[in-house]
């Protein structure tokens, strides 16, 4: 299954009074593992960006003048997305943003309609998600980070595609890690199976017949029988029994 998580940063908090995309990061999963496919995009939103929104993000309107319009960006975007399922930290407020983007460019242009995006994308809110595991407490991102010990410090400002990797850690974590098993370049034909905290279990690539197999001693075996005896006095039976194996001999 192929994801992409996704984040977005704005000129300010609703689209229908005019505010615009100015930031847009994504980073592609695929069977549950990160891919190292990005999307990421700055955009010129044609109109100011509120004080309270450059103090969330940091983004002024100086750095952005230079950025292309949507219309620039707007096919390469939506082939990076579409049909993918969207994971998104507050789902409606990204799509939104993103919905009226593509609504204002498709009353301007001759080509194909864009959007909407949850006609052509699942999508999952992770915040939902949260709020379902977690009822009662914060479920920001960064309450979420703390709770799974996913190491945020680099986060001083929010960013599309700093959050969006950072999303996609703690939705990993929330559903289990990432189980997906993975040739290791540098592992020369290990395997490893990582998980939500970053470790990983390495499987060895062994030839048949190279582990050695040992032979109880007797002082092993007599340990072995009189264990087997004392779960039969306290317990009556003896599910060893059962299976046929017997008392080793």
């Given at each position: ?71 620039a960006i707007a096919d ?48 999952l809110d992770t915040l ?55 040739l290791d370049a540098s ?63």
């Amino acid at each position: 299954m192929r994801q992409i998580i996704l984040d977005t940063e704005t000129t300010g908090i609703d689209p229908r009074e005019g505010h615009r995309l100015i930031e847009i990061g994504a980073v592609e999963m695929v069977n549950r593992r990160l891919t190292g496919n990005t999307y990421h995009q700055f955009i010129n939103p044609e109109r100011e960006i509120e004080a309270e929104a450059v103090g969330v993000h940091g983004i002024t309107d100086e750095r952005v003048a230079g950025e292309p319009l949507f219309a620039a960006i707007a096919d390469e975007f939506w082939a990076f997305i579409e049909g993918a399922e969207l994971v998104i930290h507050n789902a409606p407020f990204d799509v939104g943003f993103i919905d009226h983007e593509f609504d204002r460019l498709n009353r301007s242009r001759g080509a194909p309609p864009l959007g909407p995006v949850a006609a052509h994308c699942r999508i999952l809110d992770t915040l939902v998600m949260a709020r379902d595991k977690h009822p009662g407490q914060r479920n920001s991102l960064d309450a979420l980070c703390k709770r799974y010990e996913i190491d945020n410090g680099h986060r001083v400002l929010h960013g599309a595609l700093l959050d969006a990797e950072i999303l996609a850690d703690v939705y990993l974590a929330m559903t289990g890690g990432q189980t997906a098993l993975s040739l290791d370049a540098s592992g020369g034909g290990e395997r490893g199976v990582a998980g939500s905290g970053g470790m990983a279990i390495r499987r060895l690539e062994l030839a048949p017949g190279c582990l050695a197999v040992l032979a109880p001693s007797e002082q092993e075996l007599n340990d072995h029988r009189a264990k087997l005896s004392r779960i039969r006095e306290a317990a009556g039976e003896c599910h060893w029994d059962r299976m046929g194996e017997g008392v080793p001999h």
